[in-house]
């Protein structure tokens, strides 16, 4: 089969941890959240929410406190991750995008899922490096959740399920890694 753009940069895009401090345009951003808001997502809900968060304190205290709660769960490499001063969450991306999604919604995580995946893959395609971020979530759930909720603006309802650290890339991505074999079987 013939390649094309699409296939392309879904087989080029790798998860980008090094960014260079200079912002994004606009038209960068914008273009990233319109492929966000043009996933699939059941029943055509459309029930996601985007937080796009670019105010440095504000990433440094989720940083902080991402860690601090991840500190707390039970695995040892993430526990690894979380106790070490020099690793940041968000790898220095001067962007970040908070996928979120009404609690009640019909299959809610997959929409969010898809909608993370568009932005990623629209980022790879315009030139822009990213990183599907779940660590951010263990900054919600505890003390500081209602004060988060507030200052990012996520509707009544809504919880987060994903975020996104986008930015120029310092260097470009090394190639893919093999792919595991003997992944797919066939009814016919």
Partial sequence: MAANEVLTTIKKRRSVRSFKSDQITEAELQAVLEAGIYAPSAGNQQLWHFTVIQDKQVLEQLNKDAKAGAAQIDNEHVQLMAKNEKFNIFYGAPTVVLVSGKEDGLMIES???????????????????SCWVDFILSAFGGE????????????????????????????????APARKENVINYIK
């Fill in 111 to 129: 929409d969010c899922a898809a909608a993370t995946q568009n932005i990623i893959l629209a980022a790879e395609a315009i030139g822009l490096g």
């Fill in 144 to 175: 500081q959740d209602e004060q988060y909720r507030q200052q990012l603006g996520l509707p009544a309802g809504y919880k987060p399920f994903s975020s996104v650290a986008l930015g120029y890339k310092k260097s470009e991505a090394v190639n």
